[in-house]
């Protein structure tokens, strides 16, 4: 069994320990959140493991074969640094870091320590985003014409993730929280991006995260890439990741959903291979026992950052 220590017990925290615990190669052998009683409550839930409010300790006294960082961005330096120093295999929420300096130097750690760096880009692990990733090597929209992802949040923070952290410039905004995942997916899929012009958009409260976002990017063969981001707007969240080509245009909207259509066609929804299946602990597994796995590691992390420090600079 791979034991498996988590940092960070709120929204996405909680759901990945489900994933854990459900596989049959991994446990949750301790927990640890700077609010005690949540780390209380948490280790409770799983049958009474050890529970901490300082990871330092936790690193100390329980072995671990793989930990697993999800507290918020500005302290993934120091607590992904902590679990590095360890020689522990470990898993890090995305973005990597707070600042291209930080992301860089938790790659050069990871890299030194000679363990297996993951990231949690769940895109990786879609039936719908390997579908289109697919579809668009198979050539389904022919030549690529342009690669848009619009992101539109009737309301930032979503109403399931209330963190004061999210709505704040310093460690939040949209493009920061979901836009990565995309620059992760842009990179993978077509190559090299490179930023061209930003305008981003604030509200008064100079704390606050952006409220909208203009930019165009560029792929190596000058294909343009346009982030349209919007919040605090009429009507449904939308994020649509489209890749318009000569011969069709293809996207996933919402996460999970394919849709396209060629020229002169409708656009309709189109079935994702569902026999895409292995989840990102299926090949953190598979990466413990050394074998050959799918696993975004820090360098693809320090990529995305990259292209996320160019754009959170405006
Ligand atoms: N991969 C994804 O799809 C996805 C989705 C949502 C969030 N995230 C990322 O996950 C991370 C956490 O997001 P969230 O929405 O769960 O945030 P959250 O605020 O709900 O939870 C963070 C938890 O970390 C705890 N914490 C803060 N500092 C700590 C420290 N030094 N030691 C131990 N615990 C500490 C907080 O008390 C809190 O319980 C962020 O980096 C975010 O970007 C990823």
New binding site residues.
């Given amino acids: 069994m791979i034991k498996v220590g988590v940092?960070?017990?709120?929204?996405?925290?909680?759901?990945l320990i489900q994933g854990f615990e459900n596989h049959p190669e991994t446990v949750i052998a301790a927990v640890?959140?700077?609010?005690e009683e949540?780390t209380k409550e948490v280790a409770a839930q799983l049958g009474g493991i050890p529970a901490f409010?300082?990871?330092k300790e936790m690193l100390e006294k329980v072995e671990l074969d793989l930990v697993y960082v999800?507290?918020?961005?500005k302290?993934?330096h120091?607590?992904a640094s902590d679990v590095l120093k360890k020689g522990i295999h470990i898993l890090c929420?995305?973005?990597l870091a707070n600042s291209l300096e930080e992301a860089k130097s938790l790659l050069n750690q990871a890299q030194a320590a000679g363990v297996v760096h993951g990231m949690?880009?769940?895109l990786n692990y879609s039936p719908a985003a390997r579908t289109f990733e697919k579809m668009i090597k198979t050539d389904y929209v022919g030549k690529l014409r342009r690669v848009h992802l619009k992101m539109h949040f009737p309301e930032w923070p979503r109403p399931w993730?209330q963190?004061a952290?999210?709505a704040s410039k310093e460690q939040g905004g949209y493009v920061?929280?979901v836009g990565?995942?995309y620059i992760q997916q842009i990179q993978k899929i077509f190559g090299e991006v490179k930023v061209k012009d930003v305008q981003l958009q604030f509200p008064k409260d100079p704390q606050a995260c952006e409220n909208a976002i203009l930019a165009t990017l560029e792929l190596s063969d000058g294909t343009p890439v346009l982030i349209d981001g919007m919040s605090q707007i009429a009507g449904k969240e939308e994020i649509a990741f489209t890749a318009y080509g000569t011969e069709g245009t293809l996207s996933v909207l919402n996460w999970g959903q394919l849709e396209g259509g060629k020229i002169g066609e409708d656009i309709v929804p189109l079935d994702a291979d569902n026999s895409l299946t292995d989840s990102l602990i299926d090949n953190l597994v598979k990466g413990l026992k050394g074998e050959e796995a799918a696993i975004i590691d820090f360098s693809a992390g320090y990529e995305a950052q990259v292209v996320l420090e160019e754009l959170r600079k405006g």
């Fill in positions: 940092i960070g017990l709120g929204a996405i925290g909680q759901r640890c959140d700077t609010l949540r409010c300082d990871h999800a507290v918020p961005p302290f993934h120091a607590v929420e995305k973005p949690n880009f769940p993730q963190n952290w999210v920061l929280e990565i995942h």
